[in-house]
């Protein structure tokens, strides 16, 4: 969330400020190679990520949206849509968590809401992933 929340801020989420951060900010890890698939995983589909936030935020574009908020978010909707060893309410538990520690006082439950409703959509399959690009179901446009 550190490292999404340094490149949103300065507005620059390209490869070379995810070097700079992990040269500044982190030391050896086992947990490096994990850190680098989500970063990178949403990196490359922050903007199909953000239409999908978009849409079940109920009137909230994703600029308007607290940094550190937006970022747990994406990291969330990526594992729910890419990481199928981490069961849904572990991803939607933890990015919970993190909102209420490093987000406002109303954080965890705007997290949940909009966690919720992506997690019953996907179980619904109103949305889905193919080759790290994120559809709307046939019957969810239709409908």
């Not at 990526?78 to 006082?105: F, H, M, Q, R």
């Amino acid at each position: 969330m550190q490292a999404l929340y340094y490149m949103d801020m300065r507005h620059n989420c390209s490869n070379h400020m995810l070097d700079n951060y992990c040269h500044s900010f982190m030391s050896e890890d086992k947990n490096i190679p994990f850190f680098g698939e989500l970063v990178r995983g949403v990196m490359a589909l922050r903007n199909e990520i953000d239409q999908v936030i978009e849409r079940f935020s109920n009137n909230w574009k994703i600029n308007r949206m607290p940094c550190v908020d937006r970022n747990i978010i994406r990291i969330a909707v990526y594992e729910l849509l890419n990481c199928n060893d981490i069961p849904p309410k572990v991803s939607i538990n933890e990015a919970i968590d993190i909102g209420k520690k490093y987000g406002t006082k109303d954080s965890g439950a705007f997290i949940n809401g909009i966690l919720d409703s992506v997690h019953l959509a996907l179980e619904n399959n109103e949305i889905q992933i193919h080759q790290n690009v994120i559809f709307e179901s046939e019957e969810t446009l239709e409908g």
